[in-house]
């Protein structure tokens, strides 16, 4: 399944756009919507994604530390994000304070003049603890 777009609906019984094959009721969704918090850096960085898989960016910029975090996230209304995969994680548990998660994102871009292109995003995420929850420090492009 593919999402996007600002505001784009995921049923509470559909699959969570992160991949894990849970519902999104029980997976990303809660805390997307703020209802709880990730235990782990992969939870937050699987919300992240999700988050801008359907537009919910105010998640994004809420999960981002205030240290690095830009002052605006707006969603790209010509991507569409289209599967996540985790390739690594290292420390990020419930016991630790700092994390990492190397990830590739899939993407759909229909920009451009030569019609839509897909593409991946592959990432090395750093994650850290403030206040007991886990928010995004910074990320290597690869």
């Known amino acids: 399944m593919t999402f996007a ?4 609906v995921v049923g509470q019984g559909e699959s969570c756009p992160c ?6 009721a029980v997976c990303c969704g809660p805390l997307v919507a703020g209802e709880r918090l990730a235990s782990t850096a992969e939870q937050l960085m699987r919300s992240r994604y999700t988050a801008y898989a359907v537009g919910a960016t105010e998640h994004v910029w809420r999960t981002w530390h205030p240290a690095t975090r830009p002052e605006r996230v707006a969603p790209d209304p010509t991507t569409t994000w289209s599967g996540l995969t985790v390739l690594r994680v290292e ?8 994390g990492v ?15 839509p292109r897909r593409g991946e995003l592959h990432e090395v ?11 995004y420090v910074d990320g290597e492009v690869r």
């Open 5 to 8: 777009g600002e505001g784009a």
């Open 19 to 24: 991949g894990s094959a849970l519902p999104y």
């Open 91 to 98: 420390g990020g548990s419930e016991d630790d304070e700092t």
């Open 101 to 115: 998660v190397e990830f590739v994102a899939r993407y759909r871009e229909t920009s451009g003049r030569r019609g």
């Open 125 to 135: 995420s750093s994650f850290g603890r403030r206040a007991g929850r886990w928010l």
